[in-house]
C-alpha cells in the first residue's frame, strides 16, 4: 500500500488526512511556522524529516515559502512524487516544478493521473471527483465515491444526492445541477490557503468538478436488477 505524508505549519491538511486515511496508509506531520517571512535557514526536526522520508507521496500544506521550497528540496530526491497543496504565485510554482516530481495544483480537487505510475495509484482514489450511480431498475439505489476530492466534499455531495433520489427516477437535467449546488455549501478552504486568490472562481471550479461527475455518472449508470 502507498505511504501518504501530509504536512502542515498551519490550520490546513486535516480534512485531507481524514480521507486520505481511509484509502492509504496516511500520516500528518505538524511542522512549526517561521515568524518571519523570509528565513535564511529553516529548520525542520530529523524525526519529521525521516518519517517524510518514507512516503511514496509528500503532500505539503505549508504556508510559508521558505519552508516549503526548502522542504521540497530536501527530499525530492527521496520521495516518489510530492504535491504543494498551498503556493503563491506562478513563478514559486515554476521554481517547485521544475523537479519532475513535483506538482502544484490549481486546486486539490482538479488531480488526475499522468504518467507516473505513483501517482496514478493515488490519483485512482483521490483527486478530481468521480462518482457512480447504482440503480435498482430504473430508480437509484445509492452513489458510490469512485474517486474523492482530498477535502471530502465528493463525499457530502453523494450523500445529499443519495437521500433526496433514494428509489426516485433521478431528473436527469437538474441532478448535476443540484450537485454543483450543493458542493457550495460545503466549506471549502481552497482559496484561503494562498494569497491573492479569487475564492469564489476556485468554488466555482470545484461546483463546476462535482457537477461533470454526476452527469458523467448518469451517462455511465450501472444498473442493478
Known amino acids: 500500500m502507498l505511504k501518504i505524508v501530509i504536512v502542515t505549519d498551519g490550520p ?5 488526512y481524514e480521507t486520505i486515511e481511509k484509502e492509504f496508509n496516511t500520516e500528518f506531520i505538524e511542522l512549526e511556522k517561521p515568524t518571519s517571512m523570509f528565513m535564511d535557514e529553516i529548520d525542520i526536526p530529523e524525526d519529521a524529516l525521516s518519517k517524510i522520508n518514507t512516503a511514496n507521496i509528500l503532500i505539503t500544506y505549508t504556508q510559508h515559502p521558505d519552508l516549503t521550497l526548502d522542504l521540497v528540496d530536501m527530499v525530492n530526491k527521496d520521495v516518489d512524487y510530492i504535491i504543494v497543496a498551498a503556493w503563491a504565485g506562478e513563478g514559486f510554482k515554476n521554481q517547485l516544478e ?8 490549481y486546486i486539490m480537487c482538479e488531480l488526475e493521473e ?14 478530481k471527483p468521480k462518482v457512480e450511480l447504482i440503480y ?7 452513489v458510490k465515491v469512485l474517486r474523492s476530492s482530498p477535502c471530502g466534499s465528493t463525499s457530502f455531495v453523494a450523500e445529499y444526492i443519495a437521500d433526496k433520489y433514494l428509489n426516485k427516477i433521478p431528473d436527469m437535467e437538474n441532478l448535476p445541477i443540484e450537485a454543483g449546488l450543493k458542493l457550495q455549501h460545503y466549506p ?19 461546483s463546476g468538478l462535482h457537477s461533470d461527475a454526476f452527469q458523467e455518472a448518469l451517462k455511465n449508470s450501472q444498473k442493478v436488477e
Do not use: H, Q, W
Open 12 to 16: 490546513y491538511g486535516d480534512r485531507a
Open 98 to 105: 521544475r523537479y519532475e516530481n513535483v506538482i502544484c495544483p
Open 114 to 127: 499522468n504518467n507516473n505510475p505513483i501517482f496514478n495509484e493515488f490519483a485512482s482514489k483521490i483527486g
Open 136 to 142: 435498482n431498475g430504473e430508480k437509484l439505489e445509492n
Open 188 to 206: 471549502c478552504r481552497a482559496a484561503k490557503m494562498r494569497l491573492f486568490t479569487d475564492e469564489e472562481c476556485k468554488k466555482e471550479m470545484a
